[in-house]
Structures are given as structure tokens and as C-alpha cells.
């Protein structure tokens, strides 16, 4: 797989037009718009200059001045399951063959196995007419790359091809997309806490089911904002809001052991509770969590005639991968140790620790940037 600087410089030596081109995945194929919409405002926010977004068929095309960067800054939405840097052609059997031989030849390096791969909506010729000739092809024109066919389970290099009704999109580069669905496309605010790992994780699925999120930060030492200042700088240019409002709580309760962990837990969901919002993401998992201790919080929940929503419910080692794709790579032994807890206690909050903690409360606004990690405890400094 090419990275990014690898792609730029292949384009330029292409010196041809590039689109980016964006494949919902099946749960957001409903939510196209809602799609378009968060890719302008991602473009926007990473000053990306583009002519256009719109749809051809099941995909989105993006015309932007940088496809390279546009695509990178695309790619942090949720509802997307691959992204691609591709040559635009006419979906005719010749002009197919010839784009996938062309690009072929610049993509592949001396002996490489190579898999053409076409999908989409055929006009008067099968799809794997297109693979077995554009392969010939390959074969017989660029002999000078000794490339030769891979299989579906063995290759260096994908040749891939999307098939639209009208269009064949031929691609240089391509991604994986981050799953889920597009961001406010369940139309509903939910308040989540990010304090540690696990609660990043599950702030990070509550993005992804589609809720528009909000997110408050509680710590109990100094020495803990560092760790999740950097937590919330992969997590909040999901929000795709160029302006990021952040109201961090100081909880006096001390951080060893696993009862004072299961306290500080619940004195946080106290505070979410403060606020309007109707839905209350927890960060819990009866993977990790006592049957009790979960019920008991569902529970305060409903007393308060909120509506409890659990992100993490059938995430197992998944929560790992997710861990690591928003940056918490070093903090896995951390993860690994939260997840191991084992108590079915129930430990009651201090009423009076959590008054005392919604005393502390400090706002910060943040302008999405490369420094948003200084921006935050600095903020918090000149608040203090």
C-alpha cells in the first residue's frame, strides 16, 4: 500500500486530474446527504479547496484542488468504507482497459504480482471480462516490469476499478474507511466523560453510532490532564466542528485501587446527569463491569428520566483496535488493566464530592489546529 507522500508524487508525475472518491459503507448508503455534508465541513475546517461533491450513483465524488490532502482529511469521518484517489473514464470496455493498463504501469514496481480488480455496474460485458483483459494487457505492454497476476490471497499491488453507471473510476490509491455512521445522523445530542482509556473508547464509538456528542473531560490530578489532552486531540476532529466548546471537572477522589475507580465512575455519571441532555452515553461494558454494578447505573439514569445509551455493548477485542486508531497505542498495559477488573461492588459517590467537583468546572473553546493539545492546558492554565 502507497502512503500519502508516495501517492502525491505519483499523481504529479501523472500530471492528469485526480478525484477523490468516497464508498459509503452499507449502513450509511441511506445517509448520503448527510455524508456530503460532513465532507464539505471536513474540507472546510482542513482548508482544502474543492470545485465540487456530489454523487455518482452509490459513491461521492470529490473534486478538490489537493486530492492528496483531501483525501487524508476525509478520511477521519465515520460512514466511509474505502476512500480512493482515482482517474475518471467513460464506462466503455476499451477506455477501461487502457486507463487500468496505464495507471498499472506507473503504480507497479519490477516484479510485483499484481490483482486487477473491478466492481460496479457493467455495460454490456461482465466485470471479469475487464480483469482478465486489462491483466493481459498489463502482461503484454509493460513486459519490461516483469509484473505478473497474483490471486485474490496473494498480492503486492491492487488494481482496483469502480463501475458506475455512466463512469469507470480507476484508482492510484486506495484506503480503508473508518466504519460506523455519518456524524449527527442520529439527530440526537448525547453527553459523554473522557477520563481515561476506556472512556475515550467508548466517546469514540458514541461518534461513530452517528450521536451529536458532546464531551466533558474530568481528571482527578494535574498530572492526568497531559494524557488526556492528547486523548481528546484524536477524538474531537471527528466532532467536524471547526470550533470545539470542552468543560473539564476536578474530582478530589483518590486514584489507586479498584473501589475508588468504581466510585469515580459513578460520580461522573452524577455529573453528566447535571446536565439537559437526554441521552447519557456510558462508558460501560459487561465485559468489564459486574452485572450489578451496570444495572445500578442504568438505573440512576432512569431516575432521572434520561435515556441511557452504551456504546462499548458487544465490543470485545475490538476495543483494542479502536484504542489504537485514535492514538492510544502506549496506553494499551493501562487499557489492559482497566478491563481486568473484578468486583461486584457497588461503591456509593459522595453527594458532597460531586458539588464540589461541579464547582470546578472550567469551559474552554478550542480552534480545531495542529497545536490543539498546548491550546487545551494552556486554556485550562489561564483559567485555573
Not at 265 to 289: C, K, Q
Request: net charge positive; charged share 25%; proline share 3%.
Amino acid at each position: 500500500m502507497l502512503n500519502y507522500k508516495q501517492v502525491k508524487l505519483k499523481i504529479e508525475k501523472m500530471n492528469e486530474i485526480s478525484y477523490v472518491v468516497v464508498f459509503p459503507n452499507i449502513f450509511s448508503k441511506n445517509k448520503i446527504p448527510q455524508l456530503i455534508k460532513n465532507i464539505k465541513k471536513i474540507l472546510k475546517i482542513k482548508n482544502q479547496e474543492y470545485n465540487s461533491v456530489k454523487r455518482d450513483g452509490d459513491i461521492i465524488l470529490v473534486d478538490a484542488n489537493d486530492p492528496v490532502f483531501a483525501s487524508s482529511a476525509i478520511n477521519l469521518l465515520f460512514g466511509i468504507e474505502k476512500i480512493a484517489i482515482a482517474r475518471q473514464v467513460k464506462n466503455n470496455f476499451q477506455n477501461i482497459i487502457l486507463e487500468i493498463t496505464s495507471i498499472g504501469g506507473n503504480l507497479l514496481l519490477k516484479g510485483e504480482k499484481f490483482l486487477v480488480k473491478v466492481e460496479g455496474i457493467s455495460k454490456g460485458f461482465l466485470v471479469k471480462d475487464i480483469e482478465i483483459a486489462a491483466t493481459s494487457n498489463i502482461i503484454e505492454k509493460k513486459s519490461n516490469l516483469e509484473a505478473h497476476p497474483g490471486t485474490d490471497e496473494n498480492f503486492d499491488k491492487l488494481l482496483y476499478t469502480y463501475l458506475t453507471k455512466n463512469n469507470a473510476y480507476i484508482c492510484i490509491f486506495l484506503d480503508t474507511g473508518r466504519g460506523g455512521i455519518p456524524y449527527q445522523s442520529q439527530n440526537q445530542q448525547t453527553i459523554c466523560a473522557i477520563y481515561d482509556e476506556i472512556s475515550a473508547v467508548s466517546c469514540y464509538e458514541t461518534i461513530k453510532q452517528g450521536y451529536d456528542t458532546k464531551i466533558i473531560i474530568c481528571y482527578r490530578q494535574k498530572s492526568e490532564l497531559m494524557n488526556l489532552a492528547k486523548i481528546i486531540n484524536q477524538i474531537i476532529p471527528r466532532l467536524v466542528q471547526n470550533k470545539i466548546e470542552l468543560e473539564f471537572y476536578h474530582l478530589k477522589i483518590k486514584p489507586n485501587g479498584i473501589k475508588n475507580y468504581l466510585i469515580y465512575v459513578n460520580s461522573i455519571l452524577e455529573i453528566m446527569l447535571s446536565y439537559s441532555n437526554n441521552r447519557i452515553s456510558l462508558a460501560l461494558s459487561p465485559l468489564i463491569f459486574s452485572a450489578n454494578f451496570i444495572d445500578n447505573s442504568l438505573n440512576q439514569v432512569f431516575s432521572k428520566k434520561k435515556i441511557p445509551i452504551i456504546p462499548l455493548t458487544g465490543v470485545d477485542s475490538q476495543l483494542f483496535e479502536e484504542a489504537k486508531e485514535i492514538g492510544l497505542e502506549r496506553n494499551i498495559k493501562k487499557l489492559e488493566k482497566i478491563v481486568s477488573i473484578t468486583s461486584n461492588e457497588i461503591p456509593i459517590y459522595s453527594k458532597t464530592e460531586v458539588a464540589s467537583a461541579l464547582k470546578t468546572k472550567q469551559m474552554i473553546s478550542i480552534n480545531l489546529g495542529p497545536n490543539n493539545v498546548h491550546d487545551i492546558l494552556d486554556s485550562l492554565e489561564q483559567n485555573h
